[in-house]
């Protein structure tokens, strides 16, 4: 964690009181991060998303949109088949839940209507609104092409960057799993992971432990695994 630079946090002037608990001491105005803290939080959220994959047929859904998180999001995201945002978290995803679902179900068409030889029939006009829509819709649906129902948990890389997210999943009765550096409010989290959010060897490291816990319950999970979103602890 040392070498990945877990324990850097921001200057005093970004700091959040509520995550005073988790800084060991401060360096060149700089917050150091107890390590001890962080891996108590890691090691509560590995067993918690260990457990919530073993029984039930929930999913984690992924969100990490700032540029140095977004492919290492997509990446251990897809490694273990969960759904993911990277690029720009659509307001009401999780609490207007309906909507979103069209909107996949739209681009899911347009995208089979592009393939087929139907779009012989339309104008370079309509083809290039057809591109376009296709793109924009892409942008912020790409890893959620596949969703169907709530996720059962959130995992957020970088909780005072996605406090959309996160205020979502709270009004939804989500259970929320995030990276908290010390700027975020841990208090809005059911497992804070207490963390550097910035450095992309932060965050490749602590994304690699969810996603491998996620992985080691995937493997438990029953044939007829209970369906209810996880209680929060």
Same mark, same amino acid.
Request: aromatic share 4%; proline share 3%; net charge positive.
């Given at each position: 964690m040392l070498e990945a630079g877990v324990h850097f946090g921001h200057e005093r002037s970004k700091r959040n009181p509520k995550m005073e608990p988790y800084v060991f001491l401060r360096r060149n105005r700089v917050a150091i991060i107890d390590l001890e803290k962080t891996q108590e939080g890691l090691i509560a959220a590995a067993t918690f998303v260990e457990r919530l994959m073993a029984k039930t047929t929930g999913e984690v859904l992924f969100v990490g949109t700032k540029r140095q998180a977004r492919e290492i999001v997509r990446r251990h995201a897809?490694?273990?088949?969960?759904?993911?945002?990277?690029?720009?978290?659509?307001?009401?995803?999780?609490?207007?839940?309906?909507?979103?679902?069209?909107?996949?179900?739209?681009?899911?068409?347009?995208?089979?209507?592009?393939?087929?030889?139907?779009? +012989? @029939? $339309?104008?370079?006009? =309509?083809?290039?609104?057809?591109?376009?829509? #296709?793109?924009?819709?892409?942008?912020?649906?790409?890893?959620?092409?596949?969703?169907?129902?709530?996720?059962?948990?959130?995992?957020?890389?970088?909780?005072?960057? +996605? @406090? $959309?997210?996160?205020? =979502?999943?709270?009004?939804?009765?989500?259970? #929320?799993?995030?990276?908290?550096?010390?700027n975020a409010n841990p208090d809005l989290l059911d497992y804070a992971i207490p963390a550097n959010d910035d450095a992309v060897r932060s965050l490749d490291m602590l994304v690699d432990v969810i996603a491998q816990a996620i992985a080691a319950g995937l493997k438990h999970r029953p044939k007829e695994p209970t369906p209810e979103v996880a209680e929060k602890k």
């Open positions: 897809e490694s273990v088949k969960m759904p993911y945002v990277t690029k720009r978290w659509l307001g009401g995803t999780l609490t207007n839940f309906a909507t979103i679902q069209k909107s996949i179900e739209k681009l899911d068409e347009l995208k089979k209507q592009q393939e087929s030889s139907s779009i +012989e @029939k $339309l104008t370079k006009k =309509e083809r290039a609104v057809m591109r376009k829509e #296709i793109g924009r819709l892409e942008e912020v649906l790409e890893g959620m092409m596949n969703v169907r129902k709530l996720p059962a948990a959130l995992f957020v890389v970088g909780a005072q960057d +996605e @406090k $959309l997210a996160v205020r =979502e999943a709270r009004r939804a009765g989500i259970p #929320i799993i995030g990276i908290a550096d010390t």
